[in-house]
């Protein structure tokens, strides 16, 4: 099984920062990763696909990049509405694989 | 205006069986792959199952092997997951997911179901 590791686990950060999470794969992917945010009690909802393409609706803030064994999941300027846990997902081969999440606090 | 409404969910006692529904509205149900997700209580994600659209492939994990069947009806447009011999370990929030094409991602979710295996 491909094995997703996110970093960090928790992320503190401030309203307007720049904020990055990073996810290694123990494999190479190629760019079949997606990004997932959820709120907490609510499902979650699609941000990324094939490691750099939005889900339609999903605000620009949001950007993606990566392939092979590294991605990244940045958020441009972050707003109250985007503190929340973030995982990501290998879709290469099955079974298929989260991260363990991010969680974006407050800082 | 894409829509999944999972049902289904209960209490069930380990070793019993369930099934949950998953109705999908507003895309033409039969183009797309669809899965099953999971999320145990205060953890992450786990995948469940995938049936794809073309040849109507299906896969599991190795936890769910052998127990869980997942199936679609596109006459009804809705998307079942046949649970049995269910355990402790599996109680959690089930989700529904439509597929980006026949791809094993997912572009929407439902609001989930809950599945709580206890005696």
């Known amino acids: 099984d491909i094995q997703m590791t996110q970093s960090p686990f928790l992320l503190s950060a401030s309203v307007g920062d720049r904020v990055t999470i990073t996810c290694r794969a123990s494999?190479?992917?190629?760019?079949?990763l997606a990004w997932f945010q959820q709120k907490p009690g609510k499902a979650p909802r699609s941000l990324i696909y094939?490691?750099?393409s939005l889900q339609g609706g999903v605000p620009s803030k949001f950007s993606g990049s990566g392939s092979g064994t590294d991605f990244t999941l940045t958020i441009s300027s972050l707003q109250p509405e985007d503190f929340a846990t973030y995982y990501c997902?290998?879709?290469?081969?099955?079974?298929?694989?989260f991260g363990q999440g991010t969680k974006v606090e407050i800082k | 205006e894409v829509q999944l409404l999972e049902s289904g969910g209960d209490l069930v006692q380990p070793g019993g069986s369930l099934r949950l529904s998953c109705a999908a509205s507003?895309?033409?149900?039969?183009?797309?792959?669809m899965s099953w997700v999971r999320q145990a209580p205060g953890k992450g994600l786990e995948w469940v199952s995938t049936?794809?659209?073309?040849?109507?492939?299906?896969y599991y994990p190795d936890s769910v092997k052998d127990r869980f069947t997942i199936s679609r009806d596109t006459s009804k447009n809705t998307l079942y997951l046949q649970m049995n011999s269910l355990r402790a370990e599996d109680t959690a929030i089930y989700y529904c997911?439509?597929?980006?094409?026949?791809?094993?991602?997912?572009?929407?979710w439902g609001q989930g179901t809950l599945v709580t295996v206890s005696s």
């Open positions: 049936i794809h659209n073309s040849g109507g492939n299906t």
């Open positions: 997902q290998q879709y290469y081969s099955y079974p298929v694989t």
């Open positions: 494999q190479g992917i190629g760019n079949y």
């Open positions: 507003g895309f033409t149900f039969s183009s797309y792959a």
């Open positions: 997911a439509k597929g980006v094409g026949d791809s094993g991602t997912y572009s929407y």
């Open positions: 094939a490691a750099s």
